[in-house]
């Protein structure tokens, strides 16, 4: 049955007890899903992504939903890094959980800056944003070139002592195996994707983009492909371990991203739809891996059949 199935994996040498993670920016800094169940119950948590200094983000409306999925401008909201490591990672650090931080900077130094304090703080893993598309500076303006991409990972694991740095890609590329061997080459110890796809929506009645900001960034189940492709080919371009996202909302969604080469999986809108869907996607995999007759779900990783 499920419960003799290992679930452990190890990230970048990070040890998680299981390979589901919860994505940044679906889960705050995780007071609220703290209220349903004990967050011990996840391997990793990626807490909203953080800037130097504190920011109030876009105006609204900056969430709509779409056919499975949604579309999102948030602009980073969060209240600085100081303010992280002072006030929200105490509680996270409650919990027998990897922390990541995930954060985004204006300038390379940013990133550096970042990395130092975060890593002095002892977070587990730094998680390095250069994918978000509703900010002008830093965000989409690095993660779609490979010097810049490059450029941001030497800094960032120039600053961050031992502490692993994982690349979050964006899938606002033509290729996305270019970034992924540039960021591998300036010394990234993991790489995540997908972030959201840039979309919009109009309002056909008032003839306006339904989002302030016009256009957002798409997440949720309609995703998944694009994502199970996209870490297919980075895992066949690249060395480093991977965690998968983008439209996990299932214990087979969660599989596949392992066949396709990813080590664990972050799960990510499906918490607005169901808090409890990261230990759902968990036991489900696991329930998975049982009917397989695997006795690890690491053996997952990397299995798709080549036709
Ligand atoms: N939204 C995303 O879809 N990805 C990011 O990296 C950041 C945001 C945001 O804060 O708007």
Redesign the pocket.
């Given at each position: 049955d499920r419960s003799q199935v290992d679930l452990s994996v190890n990230l970048a040498g990070m040890e998680m007890k299981n390979p589901i993670v919860v994505a940044?920016?679906t889960f705050g800094f995780g007071h609220e899903y703290g209220e349903f169940y004990d967050l011990s119950e996840l391997g990793g948590i990626c807490a909203k992504?953080l800037t130097l200094h504190r920011r109030e983000?876009?105006p609204g409306p900056?969430i709509a939903e779409t056919p499975m999925g949604i579309l999102?401008?948030?602009?980073?909201?969060n209240p600085g890094v100081d303010y992280f490591i002072e006030h929200e990672l105490p509680f996270l650090r409650q919990y027998d959980v990897k922390v990541i931080a995930?954060i985004?900077g204006n300038t390379p130094e940013e990133y550096g800056v970042m990395c130092e304090k975060l890593s002095a703080a002892g977070v587990d893993m730094i998680e390095v944003?250069i994918?978000?598309?509703?900010?002008k500076a830093g965000?989409l303006a690095y993660g779609t070139r490979p010097e810049l991409a490059a450029e941001v990972t030497e800094v960032a694991k120039g600053h961050a002592g031992s502490t692993p740095v994982m690349v979050?890609l964006s899938p606002n590329v033509t290729d996305i195996t270019e970034i992924a061997k540039a960021v591998e080459g300036a010394g990234a110890d993991a790489l995540s994707l997908i972030?959201?796809l840039r979309g919009m929506r109009i309002d056909v009645n008032t003839r306006r983009p339904i989002l302030k900001m016009n256009t957002?960034?798409l997440?949720g189940p309609a995703v998944l492909p694009v994502a199970v492709r996209m870490v297919w080919e980075v895992a066949n371009a690249v060395k480093v371990p991977i965690l998968g996202m983008g439209g996990v909302a299932k214990g087979a969604d969660a599989a596949q991203m392992l066949l396709a080469g990813a080590t664990a999986v972050a799960v990510g809108t499906a918490c607005f739809d169901d808090p409890y869907a990261p230990v759902k996607v968990r036991d489900a995999l696991a329930q998975l891996a049982a009917d397989q007759g695997l006795a690890r779900v690491s053996e997952l990783t990397g299995g798709v059949r080549p036709w």
């Amino acid at each position: 049955d499920r419960s003799q199935v290992d679930l452990s994996v190890n990230l970048a040498g990070m040890e998680m007890k299981n390979p589901i993670v919860v994505a940044s920016g679906t889960f705050g800094f995780g007071h609220e899903y703290g209220e349903f169940y004990d967050l011990s119950e996840l391997g990793g948590i990626c807490a909203k992504g953080l800037t130097l200094h504190r920011r109030e983000g876009n105006p609204g409306p900056r969430i709509a939903e779409t056919p499975m999925g949604i579309l999102n401008s948030v602009g980073l909201q969060n209240p600085g890094v100081d303010y992280f490591i002072e006030h929200e990672l105490p509680f996270l650090r409650q919990y027998d959980v990897k922390v990541i931080a995930n954060i985004s900077g204006n300038t390379p130094e940013e990133y550096g800056v970042m990395c130092e304090k975060l890593s002095a703080a002892g977070v587990d893993m730094i998680e390095v944003n250069i994918s978000c598309p509703n900010v002008k500076a830093g965000g989409l303006a690095y993660g779609t070139r490979p010097e810049l991409a490059a450029e941001v990972t030497e800094v960032a694991k120039g600053h961050a002592g031992s502490t692993p740095v994982m690349v979050k890609l964006s899938p606002n590329v033509t290729d996305i195996t270019e970034i992924a061997k540039a960021v591998e080459g300036a010394g990234a110890d993991a790489l995540s994707l997908i972030n959201t796809l840039r979309g919009m929506r109009i309002d056909v009645n008032t003839r306006r983009p339904i989002l302030k900001m016009n256009t957002g960034g798409l997440s949720g189940p309609a995703v998944l492909p694009v994502a199970v492709r996209m870490v297919w080919e980075v895992a066949n371009a690249v060395k480093v371990p991977i965690l998968g996202m983008g439209g996990v909302a299932k214990g087979a969604d969660a599989a596949q991203m392992l066949l396709a080469g990813a080590t664990a999986v972050a799960v990510g809108t499906a918490c607005f739809d169901d808090p409890y869907a990261p230990v759902k996607v968990r036991d489900a995999l696991a329930q998975l891996a049982a009917d397989q007759g695997l006795a690890r779900v690491s053996e997952l990783t990397g299995g798709v059949r080549p036709w």
